[in-house]
């Protein structure tokens, strides 16, 4: 089939400031086609979008839209040519209806102007069988699985007459077989015509899904790449812009066996009582849904989420969590899976964000006051150890960019010198160079005999780094083993058969 | 998002001698508009304003801002966790109208009456504090009704007469002078505000308190008692009522069933125009200090010049707002980086 150019940017320079975001970009796009951005957080991957969707205007350069200069025309200009910008949160209001969602500001309107909410509903069903997406249009969207809200926001971009959708991470928190399930949607829609624009941190799925890659570097835009002809390692060196080691667990670790923390038969929401161990100096690999019990142990663990029955022990003694601070006490600490809502106070400066959970710890002075002159050596130290990217440790932590605002976190809870670190997804939307800075340091850290917990969803890196699995299901473990020959398949194939296998 | 921020960073780094003093500026505005507003009367007014010639008036000034100086410091501390205390009045009435009272009929040293204040003031704010973090109720609401209820109970308490108090056993602290030059309530202030101060910069409290304003579930997940940082912020804003009721009711040698309820809006006026986010998480005490002292510059610089009191409470208004957009500035000029 021949490719049609959809959109053509010439030459685009955008500088903020000191900072060139962009510098003299040329960028193709062909009809019904994915386009992948692939870039390390900074690198201008979201600029050249904002550019080409007209959140903000380059200082120099055009952008060229089905044969048409647009470069004067404003955001709402280029979303009537169809041009969409589809981001993570935007644009979905959870407490309406599906049907309320994709026809928002397009709603069908009796004769009296009011609001037509039976042609509503029934347009809605069409649009929904047209793009299939089997879901009841009178639910809210805030009771869908998290798959079928992205696929609403998508359908509502092409509902609006997008037929240039620019995915911004749209597979961010989804487990990778939700995030299959969206790429096909995706691919689906490509088929009909319509063209996609995928900003992603996976490159397995980009190579997978791409027609054609970019990748974005400091501002400079990188040859396109076909979808297929690449490998992995070849495209995760062009983004970082030099050789990134992919980060494995020594094969020859001995295995731990003596027992940090014990739980005894708890149970919390979501979690029927269950008994585990995590032994010193490992990292075990949690692995489970939203709501299997995973994520719901960690945060009980923490004192987040209530204990409802049994005992938790440290070292044989048992101990009682009720809030964070009580878990901090007994060494363990925890790394919350979103870093913008529970990780880091924005507009606080970086050294006091660090500073933050050893308050009436190792900050405590005469008097009541905080020791500010060790609160200050430690941030400088956290941020030379785990190269966060700042000026000074003064600076706001929401001035840093996503992955080093997840140093931040980390360099927070580190400063507690945990024994036990839970991790809850900590390397969600971050680039491949940041996350495998934050594995390594995680499997340092264990070598000194801190045991971890790392619940993740992305089986590539469970494996690579995780001593032991726990697998979860409805509440459940249903799998508890060494990570020795195991797959991805495999692990699928235990979550799902819902029976518990025995350890070992 | 990610790339406004990476240019934030990067501006910082290679700066300009002039971006750091402009920041300097909008970040301290208030003083700066304090030393504009001097400007301005000094011109208008030489004769009153000028230091040479009338140095008093230099000296009124914290005198007049004293109480309601440190009405709003407590205030700002329950403004810095995102929430807002509106009994501060009522507590301050509530408190020194009881202290009074049991000095009159109890006859009590005075240095006893004025400790019962701050005591009734702390235990009001307590409560307060623990509806708020304990039942979760709304502090907007919850502390309006704490206001309409304490401001009852003094108009059945004064009856809606005057109660005087001209023993100068109780008076001494609102109408005397050390040293024969500097009144005693200019004193509290600058005591309270240094404390404040304190606190909020260097105490495990205060750092909670821009935590929990900035970002509460942060600062739960990071092990700090919200709750208790809560219960502490009302607490302490009625402690600082309590403390300005003592001041206004021995100023004033009496109670009345309007005590104080001048400085209802104001004291939340002070609060933002000296840089206190509504949103929580950002303040600072020197700008709140500035921003009582501007506020009060103003009215008694207006009148002076003879303006009628409509319009200094119109005047008022306007610097309110010139306060919240030069906010928004400052927020723009950080995004912009």
Request: net charge neutral.
């Amino acid at each position: 089939m021949e490719r049609e150019t959809i959109l053509e940017v010439r030459n685009a320079t955008k500088t903020f400031g000191a900072t060139k975001a962009l510098v003299d970009v040329n960028f193709r796009v062909e009809r019904g086609t994915i386009h992948s951005l692939v870039g390390r957080n900074g690198a201008g991957k979201s600029t050249l979008v904002n550019v080409i969707a007209g959140v903000i205007k380059a200082d120099r350069g055009i952008v060229i839209f089905d044969g048409m200069d647009v470069s004067g025309m404003s955001l709402k200009e280029r979303q009537s040519l169809g041009i969409r910008l589809v981001t993570q949160h935007a644009s979905i209001v959870p407490d309406l209806d599906v049907a309320e969602n994709i026809s928002m500001g397009l709603w069908a309107r009796n004769r009296l102007g009011m609001i037509d909410w039976k042609r509503m509903h029934e347009r809605a069903r069409e649009v929904m069988d047209e793009f299939g997406l089997d879901v009841d249009t009178r639910r809210s969207v805030r009771h869908l699985t998290p798959v079928d809200q992205r696929k609403v926001n998508i359908i509502r971009a092409l509902f609006g007459g997008g037929k240039f959708i620019i995915l911004d991470e749209p597979t961010t928190s989804l487990s990778s077989e939700d995030r299959d399930n969206l790429f096909e949607f995706v691919h689906r829609q490509a088929e009909k015509g319509i063209t996609f624009i995928l900003i992603s941190h996976y490159l397995e799925e980009i190579l997978r899904v791409s027609d054609e890659i970019t990748t974005v570097r400091d501002g400079f835009v990188f040859s396109n790449l076909k979808g297929d002809a690449n490998t992995h390692d070849k495209l995760a060196r062009i983004i970082a812009g030099e050789d990134v080691e992919l980060v494995s667990r020594d094969p020859d670790k001995p295995r731990a066996t003596e027992p940090l923390l014990e739980c005894r038969e708890v149970s919390a929401t979501f979690l029927k009582p269950t008994s585990t161990k995590v032994y010193k100096g490992e990292i075990v690999g949690y692995v489970g849904f939203p709501g299997s019990g995973a994520r719901e142990i960690c945060t009980m663990l923490y004192g987040l989420n209530k204990i409802q029955g049994g005992d938790v022990l440290v070292e044989g003694n048992p101990v009682n969590i009720r809030r964070a601070g009580d878990a901090l006490k007994y060494g363990i600490c925890y790394v919350p899976n979103d870093r913008h809502a529970d990780g880091i106070v924005g507009i606080m400066p970086i050294d006091e964000n660090i500073g933050l959970s050893i308050l009436r710890g190792k900050l405590k002075s005469f008097f009541g006051l905080l020791n500010l002159d060790k609160e200050r050596s430690i941030a400088a130290s956290s941020v030379e150890m785990l190269k966060i990217k700042t000026s000074s440790t003064r600076a706001l932590a929401n001035s840093l960019s996503g992955g080093n605002q997840q140093k931040v976190v980390l360099a927070k809870v580190l400063a507690c010198n945990p024994r036990l670190l839970i991790l809850d997804e900590p390397t969600i939307g971050i680039d491949i160079k940041s996350r495998e800075e934050i594995i390594g340091l995680i499997k340092d850290l264990t070598r000194d005999g801190m045991s971890v917990i790392y619940l993740t969803n992305d089986y590539d890196e469970l494996l690579r780094i995780a001593d032991r699995v726990v697998i979860f299901n409805d509440g459940s473990i249903v799998g508890e083993m060494e990570n020795k020959n195991l797959t991805p398949e495999t692990i699928i194939a235990i979550r799902d058969k819902n029976e518990r296998v025995a350890a070992e | 998002m990610s790339q406004a921020s990476a240019t934030n960073v990067k501006i910082e780094a290679h700066g300009l001698g002039g971006d750091r003093i402009a920041r300097a500026l909008i970040d301290n505005s208030v003083w700066v508009l304090l030393a504009l507003g001097v400007i301005i009367f000094m011109y208008l007014s030489p004769r009153f304003f000028n230091p040479f010639n009338n140095i008093q008036v230099y000296f009124n000034i914290p005198m007049q801002a004293s109480v309601m100086g440190v009405l709003t410091i407590g205030l700002a501390g329950t403004i810095l966790l995102g929430d807002i205390d509106l009994s501060c009045v009522g507590m301050m009435a509530v408190s020194a109208a009881s202290g009074v009272l049991i000095f009159k009929n109890f006859h009590i040293p005075g240095v006893l009456a004025y400790v019962i204040i701050v005591a009734v003031g702390t235990f009001l704010g307590f409560i307060n504090g623990l509806l708020i973090a304990k039942l979760k109720t709304v502090a907007l609401i919850e502390t309006l009704a704490m206001n309409t209820a304490l401001t009852g109970v003094v108009l059945a308490i004064t009856r809606g007469r005057t109660i005087t108090v001209s023993e100068p056993e109780y008076t001494w602290l609102g109408q005397s002078k050390a040293f024969g030059t500097i009144p005693y309530l200019v004193f509290i202030l600058f005591f309270v505000y240094i404390i404040m101060h304190i606190v909020w910069r260097k105490t495990a409290l205060g750092r909670s308190l821009y935590a929990v304003g900035g970002n509460a579930r942060c600062a739960r997940v990071s092990g700090i008692n919200v709750d208790r940082t809560r219960i502490a912020a009302f607490t302490i804003s009625g402690m600082c009522a309590g403390i300005a009721g003592i001041m206004l009711s021995s100023k004033m040698s009496s109670i009345n069933s309007v005590f104080g309820q001048t400085y209802g809006m104001d004291i939340i006026a002070a609060a933002v125009i000296g840089g206190t986010s509504l949103q929580g998480g950002i303040g600072k005490v020197s700008g709140i200090l500035g921003g009582v002292l501007l506020l009060n510059f103003i009215q008694v610089g207006l009148q002076v010049l003879g303006l009628d009191s409509y319009f200094v409470q119109m005047a008022t208004g306007l610097i309110i707002m010139l306060a919240v957009v030069i906010d928004s500035l400052r927020i723009r000029f950080q995004a912009r980086g």
